[in-house]
């Protein structure tokens, strides 16, 4: 089954594109003024916990960048999607709907998510304390939000 792209879906497409671009011109633009030192990790609280070099901007992007393409390609493949539900008849297009936004709202949240990580780096500050937590509630939150529609699709 081919799922049509909604004007939502390219919506949340264009959000997503725009962030990859702009953080590609903000890792180009900026890389002379971004410090040597780098954090690499940080801890729970935010505090950072190892630093590095400027490589790891990159590796970012590019791991940004794959997982952009590895959810865009896997969108385009609806057979491949687990749905957790019995598919019908009555229920196929409401399904793989809802499949597709699990996965474009995902896509979304991971761009979010690196590009925050990714500004955060290049000032080698530590993270604010609330951005763990917020991170996860963004994405177990639009995870059961989603999950919950399809089981009720059954």
């Given at each position: 089954?081919?799922v049509?792209?909604?004007?939502?879906?390219?919506?949340?497409?264009?959000?997503?594109?725009?962030?990859?671009?702009?953080?590609?011109?903000?890792?180009?633009?900026?890389?002379?003024?971004?410090?040597?030192?780098?954090?690499?990790?940080?801890?729970?609280?935010?505090?950072?916990d190892?630093?590095?070099g400027?490589?790891i901007?990159?590796?970012?992007?590019v791991?940004?960048?794959?997982?952009?393409?590895?959810?865009?390609?896997?969108?385009?493949?609806?057979?491949?999607?687990?749905?957790?539900?019995?598919?019908?008849?009555?229920?196929?297009?409401?399904?793989?709907?809802?499949?597709?936004?699990?996965?474009?709202?995902?896509?979304?949240?991971?761009?979010?998510?690196?590009s925050?990580?990714?500004?955060y780096?290049?000032l080698a500050?530590p993270?604010?304390?609330?951005?763990?937590?917020v991170?996860?509630?963004?994405?177990f939150?639009?995870?059961?939000?989603?999950?919950?529609l399809?089981?009720?699709c059954?």
């Amino acid at each position: 089954m081919k799922v049509k792209s909604s004007i939502a879906d390219k919506i949340l497409q264009g959000f997503c594109l725009a962030l990859l671009v702009g953080m590609t011109f903000y890792l180009l633009a900026g890389w002379s003024t971004f410090p040597d030192k780098l954090p690499m990790h940080f801890g729970a609280s935010g505090q950072i916990d190892r630093w590095g070099g400027k490589g790891i901007l990159i590796f970012m992007l590019v791991m940004q960048w794959g997982l952009y393409l590895l959810c865009t390609g896997v969108e385009q493949v609806p057979r491949v999607w687990n749905t957790g539900v019995k598919v019908t008849a009555a229920n196929r297009e409401r399904v793989y709907r809802i499949l597709k936004y699990v996965l474009e709202t995902l896509k979304l949240i991971i761009q979010i998510i690196f590009s925050f990580l990714f500004v955060y780096i290049t000032l080698a500050r530590p993270l604010p304390g609330w951005s763990l937590p917020v991170m996860m509630i963004l994405v177990f939150g639009d995870m059961a939000f989603w999950l919950i529609l399809l089981w009720r699709c059954r």
